[in-house]
């Protein structure tokens, strides 16, 4: 099969959470232990940090990769889901796997694989170990893909566990409630291995000691001891997160800045400098400048995209992968920072589209209802049609436009926008990911 046919093969085969949602999910280890397994145990063969959250968890998890590719280890970086290539979820120092390597580990575990019938998830999970294995890393940073506790990805045991924040996503399997959802992410948390919690609440604390001591975990709340706060007076485009770091109230770092932005990547940056910290008591050698170098070159080392992406200036075009109420949040507060600062004072344009189990009634609520809004819809089963979007938009008052592609939106909206205007595109993976631009 060449690699495009071996991905349909896949496809038609397997459960895919990412275009099917949570039908496709199969809670438990075993189909990944059993794979792995018949794989020769290939999680065990390299060192990991494992990584949970609802927000955060994949920006943290590109810093954490750059930060250790910096310090010259060799680093493989597993997330989820991909934007463009399902090669994205699979990278060593940046460097997507290879097509063939691909197509080479179906063809040759492709009976295993049809009698086993494991998720597209799981199947990926196993394929990263492998990968990981085989090409000898000297450490890789695991993204949990949902939960944490019946994660695929929990079967390793990783140097260090981070859980970057809990909020309300995927309620259909995690929980209803903070604490529940809170217990799943916890799951992650393991014997005697060092977790940090990035960004600490009220009601999510308590579950969090209670795992850790029953695990006898060392636990590290990220803001009892680091503190990262915004300089926006060393460099004043708004567009650049610039960023002083104290450690017990002494500055460590002055006027650092960040190549992903956005203010909640200053939750995002609080944990990783506790994990850094705790990485260097355990061994690894981390120095100041490649701490540096990888907060500051992040998206030029692992090739992030979509994550507050700048695609134009003039007017400025931002897209995003925020998909739920709090990551959507985050990036409102961003947008309304750049029109509070004066650095824009045009209209507002949002091209939007969501999955249909989303809230999209409280989600779009979020939003200001003096804007222009252009609803689509990605090539996805899982998309909500753009007429129901419509039709929930104007319930509560939204009035907005039909454009079901996403690309057609974004030309439409670049021609009767002003250079002072703004224009965001997002509310789902799925909608930046077919953007031409990325």
Known sequence: MTYEETIDYLYAMLPVFHREGAKAFKPGLSNTLAMCEYLGNPHKKFRSIHIAGTNGKGSTSHYMAAILQSAGYKTGLYTSPHLKDYTERFRIDGVSIEKAKVVAFVKEHKLFIEELRPSFFELSVAIAFDFFAKENVDIAVIEVGLGGR???????????SMIT????????????????IATEKAGIIKHNIPVVISESHL???SVFIQKSQQEKAPIFFAEDAFRVVENDKKFSDNLSLTVDVYKHDKKIF????????????LKNLTGVFQAVSILKEI??????????KGIEEVVALTRLKGRWQVLYNKPLTICDTGH??????IALNQIDKLF??????????FILGFVKDKNVKEILQLFPKDASFYFCEANSPRSMPAENLIKIAESIGITGYSILSVNDSLKK????????????????????AELNEL
């Open 283 to 292: 061994g690894f050698v981390i120095s100041d400048s490649a701490l540096a």
């Open 165 to 180: 924040n809990i909020g309300f996503d995927h309620m259909d399997v995690l929980g209803n409630t903070l604490p529940k």
């Open 150 to 160: 019946l994660d695929s990805t929990n079967i390793i045991m990783p140097e260090l």
């Open 203 to 205: 009601e999510t604390k």
């Open 254 to 265: 002055d006027g650092l800045r960040s190549q992903l932005i956005g203010i909640y990547q």
């Open 324 to 329: 739920n109420e709090h990551g959507l949040q």
């Open 413 to 432: 909206v670049r021609e009767i926008a002003s250079e002072n205007d703004f224009i965001y595109v997002g509310g789902s993976t799925f909608v930046v």
């Open 340 to 349: 509070d600062s004066g650095y824009l004072n045009g209209k507002k344009h």
